[in-house]
């Protein structure tokens, strides 16, 4: 079916649900495991779930222009919830699941959302933990839970299950008629749909408040530039919804292109949960390309001698030719090379994409942060044209895509069509479009901040390539200035740090010094299995960053790495944090972005040591 795009773009997101359900009513819309099975959800089930919802919202109450909250692992639940509050005219406010009560309790409270959906009880817990801590939240008015398991004794006065929502809902039927129906006609494309709130490495988060019209258009343009329609957009979802780029990718790409989304099990099955789906569409931060590559190459160590002959051989003949065709835009490659790569594929690279359970994926991207050039160019190597990515939530979402013609490493490629870009006297990425976010909600000095003449600064530093294609180099306020009055950006030593299988996270520290030094968290996973293969010792996390061998393995590491800069960019000491960092300790922020004040503060004494205070 060829779609309207002009419609689409004219509508909202509870409208393209009634327009699947409408012209598609018995087409897959959700996968989630349960008991070993994938359980199926129609568009049909989807529109009267989401239905249902919304009028037991209403029959508690809940009216145009209101908030819900969302707190909660990726399931069917979060999108009825979502899709209900946003046609009632009100907007859905994810929360990570992973936020520890303060920060759920400062989102609520700054939002004043009338209704929190929670997952299950731990997330219920931190609600009234946050009211048991701080005192009422004047505004909350329901705490609706999803799995009740271990909740028998809960007090009920505010307290109910999700289903008996859905049964409060579907008893008013009859009364309600087509109130739903016409609420969502009443909808305005440029109304707020899903406020999300940064990840505030820098303070307390702000709500960026998006609208139906960003989210669709964006959506949209990411589809014309990869092709993507109802044949080839079938995807798992595991990062959090909260996440504008999971959002953007699956429950909104999905409501475009009427295609299937699979909700993982958790993030650690994902490699499991790939193999079982084999999904067409996949969008992969760094950290799962690098765990994908990783699991290949570790799984080599267990096949035999002559597998691993085979394996090793495929991949050193087909690296150039990976080489050559990202040189050359990812256009078709030469008739011989199109000739070796086939009987690899057949011999070696069929079988690898299957583990991965890639094998069916048409359309790969990566974005969230800089990924090494080595990763992507395994990926290349073994016929998975892995495409570079930017956005921020501010833009709804991806912004800038790499495609055919346009996949230099260390690009995330030209902006979408109708976008615009340029860049500030400072170095700071500007980028306009009709996908832009309406303002942070209740922060007018912030909003007006974010706009310069109708541009939004992006706050990242980067150039322009001649074919448009754009080249992030750092964030505006992580410029180190040395005592040297020498500027030294960050993210490009610390990301070549984490090239490196043995590093999870690098933070680099030299602000007013004289030498730059860094802060290190071992991977303590790999780290781990090269430590007993070398018959190392060790039982936590911190006896194995203690040992002196893993910080010789880090010294050559880094090593490594100085030989590549100018001697000012050196890192002249490191040392090794003995433990992981932590989201519930403040240390960086739900999508795992490094806090550098509060790492430079609560570590201050390991890097006094460094510079010999």
């Not at 505030?200 to 709500?207: F, Q």
């Not at 994926?361 to 800089?370: D, E, I, K, Q, V």
Request: charged share 25%; with cysteine.
């Amino acid at each position: 079916m060829l779609r309207d795009t002009a419609l689409f773009e004219r509508s909202t997101l509870p409208g393209l649900l009634r327009f699947w359900a409408d012209k598609h009513p018995d087409r897959l819309a959700f996968r989630e495991k349960d008991l070993g099975i994938w359980n199926r959800v129609t568009f049909r089930d989807y529109y009267e779930r989401t239905r249902d919802f919304a009028h037991g919202l209403r029959a508690l109450g809940v009216t145009r222009g209101d908030y819900l909250a969302v707190a909660s692992e990726d399931t069917p639940e979060w999108m009825y919830a979502d899709l209900a509050i946003q046609a009632l005219g009100g907007a859905c406010i994810g929360i990570y699941p992973t936020n520890p009560w303060p920060e759920l309790r400062y989102i609520l409270e700054h939002s004043g959302a009338r209704i929190v959906v929670c997952g299950d009880q731990e997330q219920t817990d931190k609600v009234f933990d946050a009211i048991a801590q701080d005192g009422p939240l004047p505004k909350l008015e329901k705490i609706i839970c999803v799995d009740m398991k271990g909740m028998t004794r809960y007090p009920r006065d505010r307290l109910m299950s999700f289903d008996e929502v859905i049964e409060l809902g579907r008893s008013k039927r009859g009364d309600y008629g087509d109130f739903f129906e016409q609420s969502i006609e009443a909808l305005d494309p440029n109304d707020v749909a899903v406020i999300v709130y940064t990840s505030g490495t820098t303070g307390m988060p702000k709500g960026a408040m998006l609208s139906h019209r960003g989210l669709i258009w964006g959506g949209l343009r990411l589809s014309e530039r990869h092709g993507i329609d109802e044949r080839n957009w079938e995807v798992l979802c595991y990062l959090p919804l909260c996440h504008v780029a999971e959002r953007l990718c699956s429950t909104v790409m999905q409501l475009i292109n009427g295609t299937p989304v699979n909700f993982a099990e958790s993030i650690d099955a994902v490699n499991q949960n790939l193999r079982e789906i084999a999904p067409t569409g996949f969008l992969g931060v760094p950290r799962i390309w690098e765990k994908l590559q990783y699991q290949v190459l570790v799984g080599l160590k267990d096949a035999t001698p002559l597998q691993q002959r085979v394996v090793e051989r495929a991949l050193a003949i087909g690296r150039p030719i990976a080489a050559r065709q990202m040189a050359a835009g990812g256009t078709r490659a030469g008739l011989r090379d199109r000739a070796v790569f086939l009987l690899l594929w057949l011999i070696c690279f069929r079988a690898l994409q299957k583990r991965m359970g890639l094998d069916r994926a048409r359309t790969m991207l990566c974005g969230g942060a800089s990924i090494s050039p080595d990763v992507l160019e395994f990926f290349w190597t073994i016929g998975l044209k892995v495409y570079q990515v930017y956005g921020m939530t501010e833009l709804s979402g991806i912004s800038h895509s790499q495609y055919p013609g346009h996949t230099a490493l260390g690009q995330s490629g030209p902006p979408l069509e109708t976008y615009q870009q340029t860049i500030a006297s400072d170095g700071e990425i500007l980028v306009r479009t009709e996908a832009a976010f309406l303002g942070y909600l209740h922060n007018d000095a912030a909003t007006e901040a974010a706009f310069e003449d109708g541009w939004i600064r992006t706050g990242d530093v980067g150039t322009i390539a001649g074919d448009q294609s754009i080249a992030i180099t750092d964030r505006k306020k992580d410029i180190i200035i040395t005592s040297g009055g020498k500027n030294i950006t960050p993210s490009l030593i610390e990301n070549r740090l984490k090239e490196s299988i043995f590093i999870r996270e690098a933070v680099l520290i030299g602000e007013r010094r004289n030498y730059l030094t860094s802060l290190i968290q071992i991977d303590y996973e790999t780290v781990g299995k090269w430590a007993q293969e070398k018959g190392l010792a060790y039982t936590t996390f911190k006896n194995l960053a203690g040992l002196d061998d893993v910080r010789d393995l880090i010294s050559g590491e880094v090593g490594t790495v100085n030989k590549e800069f100018a001697r000012v960019e050196n890192i002249r000491k490191f040392a090794l944090l003995d433990k992981e960092l932590d989201h519930d300790d403040g240390e960086v922020t739900a999508t795992m972005k490094v806090r550098r004040s509060v790492i430079e503060q609560k570590f201050k004494p390991l890097i006094d040591r460094m510079y010999g205070s």
